[in-house]
């Protein structure tokens, strides 16, 4: 999902793209091989250990449902970029429960009011990470929702290098987006 011209948005209206290719992008790539890695020396899911932990320190987290945490990841590429991430462990989103899917909507949609009111209606990006069709049932992956505020923009050396620069602490993202209501 793109919303204003900075993320790219080309029509006016709410809309969103679902894409599917054939190939799995390289830096998509690199974050299931990294996921692999984890879960193969610990046997664990390295994203549900991600949950855990933002849930467990909290001064990250924006909001937690009874399904779902809300959260500014540690060491954010981006300011005020928020993980939404479900508290069960599943790897595809599309296993997503009829029960979960009202919690979701109320969860993104009280995100979404948060960074609107609190970032004035950034221009955002919006993307759902899922585990590859052929490694659905597999347990290394945790899908998750990430929503990217456009609020700076790549200049050299984020182009150069392909790190990023956020001069936003999330710790401090978090607790901006907690005191705005939803």
């Not at 479900?86 to 595809?92: A, C, D, F, V």
């Not at 990006?125 to 899908?143: G, R």
């Amino acid at each position: 999902m793109n919303h204003g011209e900075r993320a790219g948005t080309s029509i006016v209206h709410p809309h969103s793209q679902v894409i599917a290719t054939p190939v799995i992008p390289i830096h998509i790539r690199r974050k299931y091989e990294i996921a692999v890695q984890h879960y193969d020396d610990t046997g664990r899911c390295l994203y549900c250990d991600i949950v855990d932990a933002e849930d467990r320190q909290s001064q990250r987290v924006v909001q937690r449902s009874d399904q779902f945490l809300v959260f500014e990841p540690y060491a954010s590429r981006f300011p005020f970029e928020t993980w939404i991430a479900p508290i069960r462990h599943s790897s595809s989103f599309g296993s997503v429960t009829d029960q979960e899917l009202p919690e979701l909507a109320r969860v993104l949609g009280n995100t979404l009011r948060r960074l609107h009111k609190a970032l004035e209606d950034p221009h955002f990006n919006l993307l759902i990470l899922s585990a590859p069709v052929e490694d659905e049932s597999k347990a290394y992956f945790l899908w998750h929702i990430e929503i990217i505020p456009r609020l700076t923009t790549a200049a050299g050396f984020e182009l150069g290098s392909g790190m990023h620069v956020n001069p936003c602490i999330p710790e401090e993202a978090a607790r901006f987006l907690r005191e705005a209501s939803g």
